[in-house]
Every structure is written in structure tokens, then in C-alpha cells.
């Protein structure tokens, strides 16, 4: 109470506080309360709206992913194909867009995949492809395994997915082993992500004995 003026402005003691948590992707959320001292009645009611405001908003982003999943599974409204050399893909030209540069420039320009109807994506796996179409449309990525990761590593990059690219990153960093490390490695710097190719190095470093023994 001595600082009164520097900790309760207001008479309002904030805390601010930051958590991570892991499912396979990385999300980040922000969190705060106060400690309303009694001459600040308002400030308790203000502070009650917003916490039910986020609780709310808590609510509607499972339900909106799981909305768009099923508009993507049932192919509602599509207007798009995405085709790898063995399966199509029914998309939606609008959401494509708004999720990846590369998508935008190939639907906004005057290029042959405008008109026809289809982009054909012959470099990408079935798996890779229809994951990627899983995170564009609901933001969140199921069953990861390292081989899956790197590969959707690498289409997140091309079509500059950056928080696809991002999450695949950190789902490798979190499983990096001797075996592997040198893909990782091979991986990050062909895809110049000095991010990941320095905590793959560190991780070598640390395994040295394991990574340099190996075959690979």
C-alpha cells in the first residue's frame, strides 16, 4: 500500500498472466483478473463482462471448426478441386485464399486454375494434402507422426501456411532423436529455417555420440 499509485491504479490490482499448452499444434491464450478494492464497485462489473465475453468466445471458436470441418467433408458449396496424382479434393476457392498467399495469387491472377475449375497438386501425398486441408479449415492437426510432420513441413512452406509451418516445427523440435536428427537438419536448411536448423544442431550437439555413430 505504500506504492498504491504504481500497483492500484484505479485501485485496481492487475495480473496479467501468459500460459502455453500442447496438443501436437501450440496455441497461446491470455488470461486476466482483478482485485477490486471496495471503492472501485464498477471496475467489478466490467471485469465479470469480460471474463463471460471470453467464456463465450471459448464456446464459438470448437463449434465454428467443427461447422467448417463438416463443410469441407460434405462438400458443401464447393468450387474447387485440389488433385494429387491418385485422389481429388473438393475445396472452397474463398477460404483457401484467405488461409495461404500462394492460393490467393492462383485464384486472384489470370491463371489457368481461375477457369478450370482444379489445381492440380501432383507433388503433395494424399495424407499431406488432405491433413493441410484439415488445418486450413479448422486450424488443428490430428494423429502427428514425425514422418506426416515433416512432410506437411514442407507443403506449409510452399503454400506459405506460416502457422501450419510453425506448429510442424515445433511437433519436431518436441521430437527430435539421433535417427532423425539429420533429416530435420537436411530439412531446415533447405527450407532456410535457421530456427529449426539451430535447435537441431544443439540437439546433435548435446547426442553427439548417438548422431555421429550412426549410419545417417
Not at 464459438?60 to 471448426?65: E, F, L, T, Y
Not at 470441418?69 to 484467405?98: G, V
Amino acid at each position: 500500500m505504500e506504492n498504491e499509485s504504481r500497483y492500484l491504479p484505479n485501485d485496481v490490482l492487475s495480473l496479467d498472466c501468459e500460459y502455453a499448452y500442447s496438443n501436437g499444434t501450440v496455441s497461446y491464450e491470455q488470461c486476466g483478473c482483478g482485485i477490486i478494492s471496495p471503492k472501485s464497485t464498477n471496475t467489478v462489473v466490467e471485469s465479470e463482462n469480460e471474463h463471460n465475453i471470453g467464456k463465450e468466445k471459448s464456446r464459438i471458436v470448437p463449434v465454428m471448426a467443427n461447422d467448417l470441418k463438416s463443410m469441407y467433408n460434405d462438400r458443401i458449396f464447393s468450387d474447387t478441386e485440389l488433385r494429387t496424382s491418385t485422389q481429388t479434393f473438393s475445396a472452397h476457392k474463398n477460404i483457401l485464399s484467405a488461409r495461404s498467399p500462394v492460393f490467393r495469387k492462383i485464384f486472384c491472377n489470370d491463371m489457368k486454375e481461375k477457369n478450370s475449375g482444379h489445381v492440380d497438386i501432383t507433388d503433395l501425398e494424399d495424407d499431406t494434402l488432405h491433413r493441410m486441408l484439415l488445418y486450413i479449415y479448422t486450424d488443428t492437426l490430428d494423429d502427428m507422426q514425425f514422418d506426416n510432420g515433416c512432410k506437411l513441413y514442407v507443403a506449409a512452406d510452399k503454400y506459405e501456411i506460416l502457422t501450419l509451418r510453425s506448429s510442424c516445427s515445433s511437433f519436431l523440435k518436441e521430437n527430435f532423436s539421433p535417427v532423425k536428427a539429420c533429416d530435420v537438419l537436411a530439412l531446415g536448411d533447405r527450407h532456410q529455417d535457421d530456427d529449426l536448423k539451430s535447435d537441431v544442431q544443439d540437439f546433435i550437439l548435446k547426442h553427439d555420440k548417438e548422431v555421429f555413430g550412426s549410419l545417417e
